[in-house]
């Protein structure tokens, strides 16, 4: 059974950073795609940043040069390094994994597997 725990969330003044964690079990974490999206209220969950197996990676144009996704296979664990927050990164934050995403990287819909959420909450 595929599960995967967030942590890390928080509030944090504008400028500063968190590094969000994600806890996967069930499945071989290097063998999987994973990703972090974020949802803020009203608003659709939108893809934030997504690793491959081969360790590439891709960021929304909003995150990038501030946030870095990165896992340690040996622990099992995605993380998400957030520079720079600003207001406007306020959300819950998720993690999500699949063998191959359906669809682009970005679309919630073709990812199997999620976390239950971590709220980060950036004040300016």
């Known amino acids: 059974q595929v599960q995967l725990v967030e942590s890390g969330g928080g509030s944090v003044q504008a400028g500063g950073s968190l590094r969000l964690s994600c806890a996967a079990s069930?499945?071989?974490?290097?063998?999987?795609?994973m990703a972090w999206f974020r949802q803020a209220p009203g608003k659709e969950r939108e893809g934030v940043a997504a690793l491959r197996p081969d360790r590439y990676t891709y960021y929304a144009d909003s995150v990038k040069g501030r946030f870095t996704i990165s896992k340690d296979n040996a622990k099992s664990t995605l993380y998400l390094l957030m520079n720079s927050l600003k207001p406007e990164d306020t959300a819950m934050y998720y993690c999500?994994?699949?063998?191959?995403?359906?669809?682009?990287?970005?679309?919630?819909?073709?990812?199997?597997?999620w976390g239950q959420g971590t709220q980060v909450t950036v004040s300016s």
């Open positions: 069930g499945y071989t974490v290097s063998r999987y795609y």
């Open positions: 999500a994994a699949a063998t191959i995403p359906s669809m682009g990287w970005r679309d919630a819909g073709g990812w199997t597997y």
